[in-house]
């Protein structure tokens, strides 16, 4: 079993919807947790950062954290078509290091 | 800066094969490590540098896979022998140590292995 689990299922939505991805984790260390954006053929960029539990929130993104559920979720509102991408949720008990991640979900919205 | 930079960015090499992934971390940055995505797998942590030095290889698949980094500024992921499974795109990532910083991403090396 994998320790950051993200159902790696594609989601397509209409241009200004909004998009809700979560994942779940296993390990009770895990302290830092993070979405990575990739985009085709390119590699993850760190897109938002949250230290324990607690919610996030930057422009559109917001990220939730819940430790006692061992949650993860990621929202984008009024999502636009540049939004388009595979997004990666990642943990860690040390930061950057060590970081586990989800298999990743490919976001397509469609103008 | 020009980030991390990953040669080559494609690879195609016969089973059997020695295969060198090489990368430039960001200047300054004193943490590196080496991914690999597949489809089935994700991402997933191979090992981790800190100071040049290897902190971390657990997630090294197995003998076949070999890392170094003789200076701060290179680094470089090998396979010998390779083998079809070992087909994936290989990252590179760099950060300057701490709780609170971001690790950078290379574009990656996509690893075809026939």
């Known amino acids: 079993q994998k320790e950051v689990e993200q159902d790696p299922g594609p989601l397509s939505v209409p241009e200004g919807a909004i998009v809700s991805l979560n994942c779940t984790y296993s390990?009770?260390?895990?302290?830092?947790f993070m979405w990575y954006r990739q985009y085709s053929r390119k590699g993850p960029e760190l897109l938002m950062y949250?230290?324990?539990?607690g919610n996030k929130e930057d422009g559109r993104f917001t990220a939730q954290v819940d430790k006692s559920s061992k949650y993860i979720s990621l929202f984008i509102r009024d999502s636009q078509p540049s939004d388009s991408a595979t997004y990666l949720c990642a943990a860690s008990p040390y930061g950057n290091n060590r970081l586990a991640f989800g298999k990743g979900n490919q976001v397509v919205v469609i103008p | 800066d020009a980030g991390v930079i990953q040669s080559p960015r494609h690879e195609v090499t016969e089973m059997g094969q020695e295969v060198t992934l090489r990368c430039k971390p960001i200047s300054g940055h004193n943490s590196l490590f080496w991914y690999r995505q597949t489809m089935m797998r994700g991402l997933e942590l191979l090992i981790y540098?800190?100071?040049?030095?290897?902190?971390?290889d657990s997630g090294m698949p197995e003998d076949r896979f070999s890392a170094k980094m003789p200076n701060a500024s290179f680094s470089t992921l090998k396979i010998q022998p390779s083998e079809p499974r070992d087909s994936a795109v290989y990252f590179c990532?760099?950060?300057?140590?701490?709780?609170?910083?971001?690790?950078?991403f290379g574009q990656g090396t996509r690893l075809t292995v026939v």
């Open positions: 949250t230290y324990s539990s």
């Open positions: 990532a760099s950060s300057y140590q701490g709780l609170n910083t971001e690790a950078f």
């Open positions: 390990n009770s260390a895990f302290q830092y």
């Open positions: 540098f800190n100071n040049n030095v290897p902190i971390d």
